[in-house]
């Protein structure tokens, strides 16, 4: 199989590999395809919604190197943000609910990232809450992936 080269780690987020499905159920006539986005370099999809986010962001003027980025999260989103901030050059504070996997968080502190745990029962309404509340109080841009419209895009 080739290799590729990309200068970037930015560069490579989405241009992942194409598998042929050919062991497929029922009676069909087509190519199938699988995108392999765990390939992405921060290991899931969610890479290409974090990359459109902060592009996004960037683009409108709404941040810029150095700045402070917030983000409500339960996971692989925030992971591919703190992969994304640390490239680029931006500080991240993560929220999330405290009964998410310490793996989780383990790698949204190697890429840099900050960590602010809420009570599992607060959920992801008070990780956004919060996030919410640092944006207000001056602290930080919220990307806001439940509501940005570079969220979905980033997949087409």
């Known amino acids: 199989?080739?290799?590729?080269h990309y200068p970037t780690l930015e560069a490579f987020v989405g241009n992942t590999p194409l598998a042929?499905?050919?062991?497929?159920?029922?009676?069909?006539?087509?190519?199938i395809f699988g995108k392999l986005e765990g390939n992405n370099p921060a290991g899931s999809v969610k890479?290409?919604?974090?990359?459109?986010?902060?592009?996004g962001a960037e683009a409108r003027g709404d941040?810029?190197?150095?700045?402070?980025?917030?983000?409500?999260?339960?996971?692989?989103?925030?992971?591919?943000?703190?992969?994304?901030?640390?490239?680029?050059?931006?500080?991240l504070t993560l929220i999330m609910p405290e009964n998410q996997s310490a793996e989780r968080r383990?790698?949204?502190?190697?890429?840099?990232?900050e960590l602010i745990l809420v009570d599992k029962e607060a959920g992801m309404e008070g990780a956004r809450d919060l996030a919410a509340r640092l944006?207000?109080?001056?602290?930080?841009?919220?990307?806001?992936q439940f509501g940005n419209p570079d969220n979905p895009l980033a997949h087409y």
């Open 106 to 113: 383990a790698a949204m502190r190697a890429y840099g990232a």
């Open 63 to 91: 941040i810029r190197p150095g700045d402070w980025l917030i983000e409500a999260t339960s996971g692989n989103t925030g992971i591919a943000l703190a992969m994304i901030a640390a490239i680029k050059g931006y500080r």
């Open 47 to 55: 890479d290409r919604p974090a990359l459109s986010m902060i592009q």
């Open 20 to 31: 042929r499905l050919q062991r497929l159920p029922g009676d069909t006539h087509n190519l």
């Open 1 to 4: 199989m080739p290799h590729s």
């Open 135 to 144: 944006e207000r109080e001056g602290r930080g841009r919220v990307l806001d």
